[in-house]
């Protein structure tokens, strides 16, 4: 299980020293959202001051970018970093991309399978010299001149994710993509009773095994070491927990549990923008099955008691910034590695 640092909402100014410490303190890989800032431009300078992070967008919003632009950035990225490039992609839901983005939502699982299908066309062109030639619903492509051909690199393709949270999506990722983003707002028995059966299922389609994937989360965590730092943190989990449960698309996740009249409650409170009340809804049973809780150096031993071999790569839902709580993250780092050892 590799240990990585995920930033929800990045700024381009703080992303050398924040990639120069998670590279110091030990971190395995270095993940980027899309939120209020652009990840490539973050990744860009992510890869120019760091030398053996894995860097990767967790994830990219996918359908307002065409195939040939993901392509190229993707090629340029994974050439600039030396190989270290994850293209993490996702759909974002309905309103975002009509309302915020101002593009057509539209048959999103057979979209984005078109999207990675035709990212790989223009790879397979620029490695391999092989025609464009690419023809779905969506996407027609079949031109590429040499003055706009990249050429080869010197290291692999980038890994394709996706983000998935209900079965077709889940599905496409296991057939088509090299691992999945598992949103933060998950369970155990979400993992085990819905999203690995349909991973499986798409990897049989495309002669894989589980071995062949990589699933990728962040997991809510609060550290207990500090009094006043946990309250704080607890907080902050409370307060995400209820604006992810107010949202229909994670909606499969409260069906599992019966909490669907919960996030029913909150999606109300949030369209009358009553936030400060949410929180308050997060039981003490919910926080214990989504979230972990415990001293820095047991963080990662309760994960492992509670995941076992259900993931293989885990960050934090937890902000860093250099300097602070360094010693409760390099606990959580050594931990960690002495963990996967054992």
Partial sequence: MKFDVSFLQPRLEQIPAYVTAAEMLGFDGFWVAETSSDPFLNLTLAAEHSSKLTLGTAIAVAFPRSPAILAYTAWDLQRFSRGRFILGLGPQVKAHNVLRLGVKWEKPVRKMRETIEAIRAFWDCWQNGTPLDYAGEFFKLALMTPFFNPGPIDYPRP???????????????GSHCDGVHIHALHTVRYLREVALPEIEDGLARSGRTRGDFSINTAIFAVPTDNRREARRAEAHVRQQLSFYMSTPAYKSVLALHGWEELGDKLGQLAREGRWAEMERLITDEILDTVAVVGRWDELPEIIHARYGTLLDRVSYYLPFEP???????RNSIDSFKRVTRG
Avoid: D, F, K
Wanted: charged share 15%; no cysteine; glycine share 10%.
């Fill in 159 to 173: 890994p394709i994710y996706i983000a998935a949270v209900n079965e077709q999506m889940l599905r496409l990722a």
């Fill in 323 to 329: 300097g602070v709580s360094e010693t409760g993250w």
